[in-house]
């Protein structure tokens, strides 16, 4: 989301937005040196709470809701949607005191609106007025831009945010910087919507998986954690999407069915009751296990999760742990394969090289060590290019399973 805060020095008002490589800041508007700052603050609240509300229908789409009935939650959240036709009347015209009273939308981004409407007043600038109406309108403009897979421009901070549904237009893109490195550029996190990176990245883990299954002999779902035997790994989630995909889920489905699961745990709302009383179950066998002071049913039952998500950013979460899936797809299938004979007769000309030195004179260690150090680079580089070409050849194969 946007947020809009006041200088207290200068007068002005400023938007700030992330953007996955840092945070960028606009000035709003310049206001006169004798504004009220309590009333210009007031309007920056305003405006931080509309862009949350408004940023909430793109990660809370209704078509990512299971009805769309009238009353229904996909219902609301398309009710919610069409209130931002309403935005600039509100704006504008706000509702305000009447007789003691006064009307409440039941919309967050209609109620923001009105909010923002009334601090204008207060403030009492009328070309401000005008200011803001183009700003709130630049805003949702955003939001409505990300809905269409464009993250250019303010748009661009979707890239922060965990999104129950992802665009097929954003899958694709993620799709093919995958395709140009399979162990996810840095792109992956700047350019494109986390749930749909996280998509295509399931999608290239499953092809990863698959290609060292037929080098290894291990099952698919079972190489990432074969993977953490050789490097520490958080191996658990990569995993479970890999056995999800072997059970028929297809990698669109599996991810925003993961990242919904903790976006309703961080909402406060437990969404599965059924398999959190499995948890407990299992738990308080283990507990029984334990004596009351030797602590160790304390740490059973602090251990249960709701969701293997970080629920404060589960899809980007989600993201990191397939890309390091990859990488541990990698890590076992250069256990597995052999160098090929371009590096075994470079290895035999290094050996040769310092042969010749040796009888001259003793290599001096930091020398020997570098070498070392260049010939595990240069292996390194190979394997991981290898691997790569490898993986590319699966994945295009299955190309069809993406979505």
Not at 3 to 15: N, Q, S
Not at 78 to 90: I, M
Not at 228 to 233: R, V
């Amino acid at each position: 989301m946007t947020r809009y805060c006041v200088d207290p020095v200068r007068h002005e008002l400023i938007a700030v937005w992330g953007t996955g490589q840092g945070e960028l800041a606009a000035r709003v508007a310049a206001l006169p040196a004798g504004t009220d700052l309590a009333a210009l603050s007031r309007l920056a609240a305003a405006l931080t709470q509309l862009s949350t509300a408004a940023w909430r229908t793109y990660t809370h789409p209704a078509s990512a809701a299971d009805s769309l009935d009238v009353d229904s939650e996909g219902w609301h959240r398309e009710q919610e949607r069409r209130a931002f036709e309403e935005v600039p009347q509100a704006v504008e015209a706000p509702n305000l005191p009447h007789g003691g009273t006064m009307t409440v939308s039941y919309s967050p981004v209609l109620e923001n609106a009105h909010r923002i409407g009334r601090a204008l007043l207060a403030l009492e600038l009328p070309e401000l007025t005008d200011t803001i109406r183009d700003e709130t309108a630049a805003e949702l403009a955003a939001v409505e831009s990300a809905e269409l897979g464009d993250l250019t421009g303010r748009a661009q901070q979707a890239v922060l945010l965990s999104r129950e549904g992802a665009s097929p237009v954003q899958v694709a893109a993620a799709d093919r910087l995958l395709e140009e490195d399979p162990f996810g550029p840095s792109a992956l996190y700047s350019e494109v919507d986390p749930t749909a990176a996280a998509v295509a990245a399931a999608h290239w883990l499953r092809a990863a998986a698959e290609a060292v299954s037929e080098a290894s002999g291990y099952e698919a779902s079972e190489v990432v954690r074969e993977a953490d035997t050789i490097e520490a790994l958080p191996h658990e989630t990569p995993t479970l999407v890999l056995e999800l995909l072997d059970a028929g889920f297809s990698p669109y489905d599996a991810v925003t069915g993961l990242v919904r699961h903790a976006m309703k745990v961080a909402d406060g709302v437990l969404p599965d009751p059924a398999t959190f009383r499995e948890q407990l179950d299992e738990a308080e066998e283990m507990v029984a296990q334990y004596s009351d002071d030797d602590g160790g049913s304390e740490a059973v039952l602090s251990g249960i999760r709701l969701t293997p998500l970080d629920p404060r950013r589960p899809a980007r979460d989600l993201l990191e742990d397939l890309l390091l899936g990859i990488h541990g797809c990698w890590l076992v299938h250069d256990e597995y394969t052999e160098s090929d004979e371009d590096d075994e007769d470079e290895g035999e000309d290094d050996a040769e090289d310092a042969d010749a030195e040796n009888t001259e004179g003793e290599q001096p260690d930091d020398a020997a060590d570098q070498e070392q150090e260049e010939a595990a680079e240069r292996h390194q580089h190979h394997s991981r290019a290898q691997f790569a070409a490898l993986v590319r050849t699966v994945a295009a194969r299955n190309h069809e399973r993406l979505i």
